[in-house]
């Protein structure tokens, strides 16, 4: 059947985001604006105050009798189980009992009239530990013999034995960072309770049916006793995957305690110390290279603070390792992860999920190979890049490789070379001068793998009911958090259905329609859900071309739905079709599903296809430095990121722009620190950094690769969008190393660890002057 591609909203326009104009103008509606029932209660957390320690004893006492207090909820207050570990290794307890593993960890929940009362009731808590060593870093952890939360993995390919045989050879070691989601609406859950065992929880999460699943096995009910409302979030990267569900379970307790609806939302301090970060690493490295500069061999160890639970740091800690070559073909390569357990919140999934992480490995090893063979650094990168038929570490065929032609658009249009010299000249006249500002510049590539490497995750499905007025409701199990998710897929549904996006409704995501969601994350969320619709859309149009084909005595073949239904020589509007439809019996909702074919892992073997396909970009800046205080400043950013055939251009590009900036303020700005009692003291925006409009590049050019067509059948030949620019803010950091560089004459890779703040700045160009 052929459809009409000039409706309005169809894939591939450029069409506004659904909820734009709410957003700006304030109107959006969030957990936290849903109209509480009459005698809602509030929930407050009290958190420990050690590191690491036995409770000797509880005396929560003034907290019951605080004004307003209602209930005081611990750990024997459970009537499930006391765990909210997403994994099943039943190792992260909602609130502790005998034992505190981080500073800043559950031990009680106050509920109250209000959630001020809640919050000072908390501060009246009396708590006696034994305090027990505790160590706060990775490197720390394992001289120290702590456990791996998870198994380890190792993956290898080719004969090792080449890095001792490798003419040329380096060794070093770099820390990258961890990173606070800093999203704008706080974690919270509203739990509103019903009759028998049932309850319903409003919350802001990414993933609503482990949600479910927690709040059930807590409450020790089935999971089809408890619904699941997302309408939006105000912002997610990861950090509403599994970290919303320790708020939602005290909140759903409290509320079937009390027989009363529970809101439970955290102050942005107590958010910070409670909730985990983006992993930082220390990755020990070897790798032999040739004297061309092209790579023989990489060994390397990547070390994850974990924190005191499991949580998702296998896989993250696994996706590092999948992302530590890059866009780069290793002939010989050994990689293992160690996640280390450690006395601090437990570290979770963030945009790029640990993917990141491996990406600066690979370009650290690409730049040491630059500065020991005096090349320009792009020189080497494209020497290495990966040829289609070339294996991945872990055995995957590179097949869709595109990057030499983003190379050279982005080489031309950004004016690389010239600028470069440019770059140069100018440092040389500096040197010369004592002037205090140096530049720098790189290009930079991403190559990021689609898919959840855990293959269950790869499946999603729909709700889509027309009803008889020809309105249109769609539902799905992905979740809206800015991204612009429920636009992208109304738009396939519309241009499935051929009728008016006008015509559709995107509601809350909720448990009740669509059952056994995966999280949305991986960057999947538009390439699940959105064929998941498809298949729906595609049931309807089927039963419904099968019903006017019979109902008029014409060949299937000559009846067209759309906004103007054509059947045989007749037309008419797809509302009234619909309503003869509806009363000649005829189903008007459908149920969609989709699994994401190809794709298998064996994580013994460390072999398999975990990735659909690969998703490729690059990125190209410029920076000043000031190199008297070490403060510098974007001058101008050029990207060319491939979507394929994008959904929607003008959503996509402000992923990128945003991914970019993100990326960019994990590897220069954002930086987390504990005391040396365990306290995280970066809690706050007073003390955490997130970019600025002002932190913005000067001057910033994102294109699409509007050429891209993705080879495998994704939605609409689409790529997913979500996290691979995240890393083209590496361009930046490594802009930033060259300009330190300069003070040696560009002999030696300054090797400045991440991020790169001012202060770090300085004190690389001070130990080089």
Same mark, same amino acid.
Request: aromatic share 8%.
């Given at each position: 059947?052929?459809?009409?591609?000039?409706?309005?909203?169809?894939?591939?326009?450029?069409?506004?985001?659904?909820?734009?104009?709410?957003?700006?103008?304030?109107?959006?509606?969030?957990?936290?604006?849903?109209?509480?029932?009459?005698?809602?209660?509030?929930?407050?957390?009290?958190?420990?105050?050690?590191?690491?320690?036995?409770?000797?004893?509880?005396?929560?006492?003034?907290?019951?009798?605080?004004?307003?207090?209602?209930?005081?909820?611990?750990?024997?207050?459970?009537?499930?189980?006391?765990?909210?570990?997403?994994?099943?290794?039943?190792?992260?307890?909602?609130?502790?009992?005998?034992?505190?593993?981080?500073?800043?960890?559950?031990?009680?929940?106050?509920?109250?009239?209000?959630?001020?009362?809640?919050?000072?009731?908390?501060?009246?808590?009396?708590?006696?530990?034994?305090?027990?060593?505790?160590?706060?870093?990775?490197?720390?952890?394992?001289?120290?013999?702590?456990?791996?939360?998870?198994?380890?993995?190792?993956?290898?390919?080719?004969?090792?034995?080449?890095?001792?045989?490798?003419?040329?050879?380096?060794?070093?070691?770099?820390?990258?960072?961890?990173?606070?989601?800093?999203?704008?609406?706080?974690?919270?859950?509203?739990?509103?309770?019903?009759?028998?065992?049932?309850?319903?929880?409003?919350?802001?999460?990414?993933?609503?049916?482990?949600?479910?699943?927690?709040?059930?096995?807590?409450?020790?009910?089935?999971?089809?006793?408890?619904?699941?409302?997302?309408?939006?979030?105000?912002?997610?990267?990861?950090?509403?995957?599994?970290?919303?569900?320790?708020?939602?379970?005290?909140?759903?307790?409290?509320?079937?305690?009390?027989?009363?609806?529970?809101?439970?939302?955290?102050?942005?301090?107590?958010?910070?110390?409670?909730?985990?970060?983006?992993?930082?690493?220390?990755?020990?490295?070897?790798?032999?290279?040739?004297?061309?500069?092209?790579?023989?061999?990489?060994?390397?160890?990547?070390?994850?603070?974990?924190?005191?639970?499991?949580?998702?740091?296998?896989?993250?800690?696994?996706?590092?390792?999948?992302?530590?070559?890059?866009?780069?073909?290793?002939?010989?390569?050994?990689?293992?992860?160690?996640?280390? =357990?450690?006395?601090?919140?437990?570290?979770?999934?963030?945009?790029?999920?640990?993917?990141?992480?491996?990406?600066?490995?690979?370009?650290?090893?690409?730049?040491?190979?630059?500065?020991?063979?005096?090349?320009?650094?792009?020189?080497?990168? =494209?020497?290495?890049?990966?040829?289609?038929?070339?294996?991945?570490?872990?055995?995957?065929?590179?097949?869709?490789?595109?990057?030499?032609?983003?190379?050279?658009?982005?080489?031309?249009?950004?004016?690389?070379?010239?600028?470069?010299?440019?770059?140069?000249?100018?440092?040389?006249?500096?040197?010369?001068?004592?002037?205090?500002?140096?530049?720098?510049?790189?290009?930079?590539?991403?190559?990021?793998?689609?898919?959840?490497?855990?293959?269950?995750?790869?499946?999603?499905?729909?709700?889509?009911?027309?009803?008889?007025?020809?309105?249109?409701?769609?539902?799905?199990?992905?979740?809206?958090?800015?991204?612009?998710?429920?636009?992208?897929?109304?738009?396939?549904?519309?241009?499935?259905?051929?009728?008016?996006?006008?015509?559709?409704?995107?509601?809350?995501?909720?448990?009740? =329609?669509?059952?056994?969601?995966?999280?949305?994350?991986?960057?999947?969320?538009?390439?699940?859900?959105?064929?998941?619709?498809?298949?729906?859309?595609?049931?309807?149009?089927?039963?419904?071309?099968?019903?006017?084909?019979?109902?008029?005595?014409?060949?299937?073949?000559?009846?067209?739905?759309?906004?103007?239904?054509?059947?045989?020589?007749?037309?008419?509007?797809?509302?009234?079709?619909?309503?003869?439809?509806?009363?000649?019996?005829?189903?008007?909702?459908?149920?969609?599903?989709?699994?994401?074919?190809?794709?298998?892992?064996?994580?013994?073997?460390?072999?398999?296809?975990?990735?659909?396909?690969?998703?490729?970009?690059?990125?190209?800046?410029?920076?000043?430095?000031?190199?008297?205080?070490?403060?510098?400043?974007?001058?101008?950013?050029?990207?060319?990121?491939?979507?394929?055939?994008?959904?929607?251009?003008?959503?996509?590009?402000?992923?990128?722009?945003?991914?970019?900036?993100?990326?960019?303020?994990?590897?220069?700005?954002?930086?987390?620190?504990?005391?040396?009692?365990?306290?995280?003291?970066?809690?706050?925006?007073?003390?955490?950094?997130?970019?600025?409009?002002?932190?913005?590049?000067?001057?910033?050019?994102?294109?699409?690769?509007?050429?891209?067509?993705?080879?495998?059948?994704?939605?609409?030949?689409?790529?997913?969008?979500?996290?691979?620019?995240?890393?083209?803010?590496?361009?930046?950091?490594?802009?930033?190393?060259?300009?330190?560089?300069?003070?040696?004459?560009?002999?030696?890779?300054?090797?400045?660890?991440?991020?790169?703040?001012?202060?770090?700045?300085?004190?690389?160009?001070?130990?080089?002057?």
């Amino acid at each position: 059947m052929k459809q009409d591609v000039t409706i309005k909203g169809a894939a591939h326009t450029p069409i506004i985001h659904d909820s734009a104009i709410k957003h700006v103008t304030g109107q959006a509606d969030y957990t936290d604006d849903i109209v509480e029932p009459t005698g809602t209660l509030h929930a407050y957390l009290g958190l420990s105050t050690v590191a690491h320690g036995r409770i000797r004893s509880i005396d929560l006492e003034a907290v019951r009798k605080a004004p307003g207090v209602h209930l005081v909820l611990t750990a024997e207050d459970i009537p499930g189980v006391n765990d909210i570990c997403p994994n099943g290794l039943n190792d992260e307890p909602l609130l502790a009992s005998s034992e505190v593993q981080f500073h800043g960890q559950p031990i009680f929940a106050v509920i109250a009239e209000t959630r001020d009362l809640a919050r000072r009731a908390c501060q009246l808590a009396r708590i006696e530990y034994e305090e027990l060593p505790h160590v706060l870093d990775a490197i720390s952890a394992r001289d120290a013999g702590m456990p791996y939360v998870v198994t380890p993995l190792k993956l290898a390919r080719g004969d090792m034995s080449e890095l001792e045989r490798a003419p040329r050879r380096i060794e070093g070691r770099l820390t990258v960072g961890g990173q606070e989601h800093f999203y704008l609406e706080s974690q919270v859950a509203f739990a509103i309770p019903g009759e028998d065992d049932e309850v319903t929880i409003n919350v802001s999460t990414q993933h609503p049916s482990e949600v479910q699943h927690m709040v059930a096995h807590v409450l020790g009910v089935p999971s089809n006793a408890v619904v699941v409302n997302v309408r939006r979030m105000g912002g997610g990267f990861g950090g509403k995957e599994s970290q919303m569900n320790p708020f939602a379970c005290v909140a759903a307790v409290a509320a079937k305690r009390l027989r009363r609806a529970v809101k439970l939302r955290p102050d942005r301090d107590d958010d910070f110390a409670i909730t985990g970060k983006r992993h930082d690493f220390v990755i020990d490295y070897r790798f032999g290279y040739d004297d061309d500069g092209r790579i023989l061999a990489v060994d390397a160890d990547f070390y994850a603070r974990c924190g005191f639970s499991s949580d998702l740091s296998g896989p993250v800690t696994d996706r590092a390792l999948f992302h530590a070559d890059n866009a780069y073909y290793y002939p010989a390569v050994e990689l293992r992860s160690h996640p280390l =357990k450690t006395n601090t919140c437990s570290n979770t999934a963030f945009r790029g999920f640990g993917g990141p992480q491996g990406v600066v490995m690979a370009e650290r090893v690409v730049e040491d190979i630059a500065y020991a063979l005096g090349r320009d650094p792009l020189e080497i990168r =494209k020497l290495n890049l990966y040829r289609n038929g070339q294996l991945t570490p872990y055995h995957q065929e590179v097949e869709d490789q595109i990057l030499p032609r983003i190379f050279e658009e982005l080489e031309a249009s950004s004016d690389y070379h010239a600028r470069r010299q440019a770059v140069l000249d100018h440092n040389a006249r500096a040197r010369e001068r004592g002037d205090a500002i140096r530049k720098g510049i790189a290009l930079t590539p991403v190559k990021f793998g689609i898919s959840f490497t855990k293959t269950s995750y790869n499946q999603a499905g729909s709700l889509i009911h027309i009803y008889a007025d020809g309105s249109i409701h769609l539902n799905h199990g992905g979740t809206e958090m800015g991204q612009g998710l429920n636009t992208k897929v109304a738009q396939v549904a519309a241009e499935a259905l051929g009728v008016h996006i006008d015509r559709i409704k995107i509601t809350k995501t909720t448990t009740e =329609k669509v059952p056994n969601t995966s999280a949305t994350a991986a960057s999947s969320g538009s390439d699940l859900n959105g064929m998941a619709a498809l298949d729906g859309c595609r049931q309807l149009v089927k039963r419904l071309t099968a019903y006017a084909a019979q109902a008029h005595g014409v060949p299937p073949e000559t009846v067209s739905i759309g906004e103007t239904v054509r059947i045989g020589t007749k037309a008419m509007p797809f509302e009234e079709f619909i309503q003869a439809a509806y009363l000649a019996r005829v189903q008007l909702s459908a149920a969609g599903f989709y699994k994401t074919p190809k794709i298998h892992w064996n994580r013994d073997t460390g072999q398999g296809r975990p990735f659909y396909y690969f998703a490729y970009g690059a990125a190209c800046s410029e920076v000043s430095v000031d190199t008297l205080t070490g403060e510098y400043v974007i001058e101008r950013s050029d990207v060319l990121h491939d979507v394929g055939r994008s959904l929607n251009p003008a959503i996509d590009k402000g992923q990128v722009e945003g991914a970019f900036v993100q990326g960019t303020g994990w590897l220069t700005s954002e930086e987390l620190w504990w005391d040396d009692k365990g306290r995280l003291r970066t809690h706050a925006p007073s003390t955490y950094k997130i970019p600025l409009a002002s932190d913005r590049p000067r001057i910033f050019n994102v294109k699409l690769a509007d050429w891209s067509v993705n080879r495998e059948n994704t939605i609409k030949r689409s790529k997913a969008v979500g996290e691979p620019p995240f890393m083209l803010g590496i361009s930046v950091y490594q802009a930033l190393n060259m300009a330190v560089a300069s003070f040696n004459d560009y002999r030696e890779n300054p090797r400045i660890d991440a991020p790169a703040t001012p202060e770090r700045v300085l004190m690389a160009i001070e130990k080089l002057r």
